[in-house]
């Protein structure tokens, strides 16, 4: 069972930056891909980045390339995501997730992932 634990949501002004991080524990967290995700009032969730078990490989949305890079410490056991140019469109909870395997086919749906961490808060003022 693994547990997941995002940090480093807040509320920030329009063009700002923030990262955010995710913990991993109760698992060898190099067997797992991981992922970002968030959803806003009233959307589904949506699909933000994920990244490969040694950080080798990774993928973003399209809409938000170039602006968010996801990384990971393998010897911390954490997640990040490292989000610029922030608008107020990025507001919604992001979502640290699991997927088990070595895969370097990288799962941009939910179902592709096994273990979800709680959610943090991102706001963006205009």
């Known amino acids: 069972q693994v547990q997941l634990v995002e940090s480093g949501g807040g509320l920030v002004q329009a063009g700002s930056s923030l990262r955010l991080s995710c913990a991993a524990s109760?698992?060898?967290?190099?067997?797992?891909?991981m992922g970002w995700f968030r959803q806003a009032p009233g959307l589904e969730r949506e699909f933000v980045a994920a990244i490969n078990w040694n950080g080798g490989i990774t993928r973003n949305a399209d809409s938000m390339k170039g602006r968010f890079t996801i990384s990971r410490d393998n010897t911390k056991n954490m997640v990040y995501l490292q989000m610029n140019s922030l608008k107020p469109d990025d507001t919604a909870v992001y979502y640290c997730?699991?997927?088990?395997?070595?895969?370097?086919?990288?799962?941009?749906?939910?179902?592709?992932?096994?273990?979800w961490g709680q959610g943090t808060q991102v706001t963006v003022s205009s």
């Open positions: 109760g698992g060898t967290f190099t067997n797992y891909c």
């Open positions: 997730a699991a997927g088990w395997g070595r895969t370097s086919l990288l799962r941009v749906t939910g179902d592709g992932y096994s273990y």
